[in-house]
């Protein structure tokens, strides 16, 4: 044993290696050293813990695989990756992608100083929202706008200004869970407002709404159900009805809209996406949602509607806590330019592009990449199949589009090894197991990275390590 102890090298004499040397100018001294300590101490333990005496690596090879594993480690939790799920706003790979205007905009924006709260033209003071108000006011109808960090701020801000502890009137079938911790319910009970549920889950009726009212009454909530759908025997309360109701009590309607459509996206095949100028013009006092839904913008929660109630919501000391920065500001308002011209937008913002481009498109992509791997190396013949491309982000299941997938077989292999390969490659790339087979939808994925999409699968090709 303790003759194994001296074939282990010191840490000295691997920080001499080159690949180390080379490593120490990458990253940093300390780094590599720590690295070099934690390798060796695992493998003295290892040597301690075995039952026959281990092999020790020589020195180069020890280098070699530290090195390797340094420049893993070393690699961003944050990084870029091609899409080949077929989801179109994918929460956890980071919802839309933004439009070339904006990430123009936030390098312009965020590389200097900016007129984040000043007037540039008389020197005074001004609201950061200014960036974007006029936009919003104009795509929307509404009075007055404002910006917070996501729709879930935006419904607890709104709530907390408007009905701090008053009974909210909901729908008890829209008390929605949206994945993550966001419970409509908890939401409601962190704002200080206190839930009245009315009607069932199935059915709410105008009557449900105006009987609940009494003087305690802050505000009747209207929350789009996103992500599921109650089918049969239903009915529920347009938000005009709910403005009807709340118009002859005197109480103020919040529209919870989710996705926040700008424009009619009947026309890509989403139906039940509800328009938030549609929502303003029914009468909404405030309507609110999310700026990396359907807008394809950056991450945010956007409150449009009556001046006097997003007067209140910019004087809540909660704003400050939940106000954006300027380059959410700066991707926002070129994104909103965009829909200026909603023929221009479809090119410009990726959303609108992935959700118009013809199936046909895909099928022939998809035909070209299969030929360029099929049969390189371990990977198998691909195949390029029909499938079906979802919305997400929140939306219902039953939102998709048609779209075709290449299934990737490697020889021996299974589709969870496959798909952890790709994970690991530069740049990662996620796609779908389904019945042991893994596939890559082309809907989510740019013309642009196919080329990059073809590097990838090609290192599978190669991967001759046991399986
Ligand atoms: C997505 C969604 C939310 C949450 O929005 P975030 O921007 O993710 O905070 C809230 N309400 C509805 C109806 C939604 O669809």
Redesign the pocket.
Known sequence: MANIFRNIPSVNQLLESPQLKKMVEQVNHKVVVDGVRTFIDDLKEKVQEAAEDIEIPTPADMADHIADWLTREDQPALRSAINGTGIILHTGLGRAPLCKAAIDEVAAISSGYASVEIDMHSGQRSQRVNAVQRLLCELTGAEAAVVVN????A?MITLASMAGGKEVIVSRGQL?E?GGS?RLPDVMECSGCKLKEVGTTNKTRKSDYENAIHEETGALLK??P?NFEIVGFTATVSTREMVEVGRKHGVPVID????GALIDFSKYGLDDEPVVSQSIADGADVALF?G??LIGGP?C?IIVGKKMYIDAILANPLMRAMRVGKMTLAALSATLKQYRNIDTAEQSIPLLTMLSTPSANLKMRAEKISAQVSGLGNVGQCEVIESRAMLG??SLPTQELPSFAIAVPVEGRSANWIAQKLRDAEPGVIGRVHKDRFMIDMRTVFPSQDASLVGAIETLAGETDAA
């Open positions: 996501n729709n879930a701020a419904t929605i949206i966001y929350v789009h996103s919870d809209v989710g996705s999310s990396d839904k991450q929660g982000g929140g």
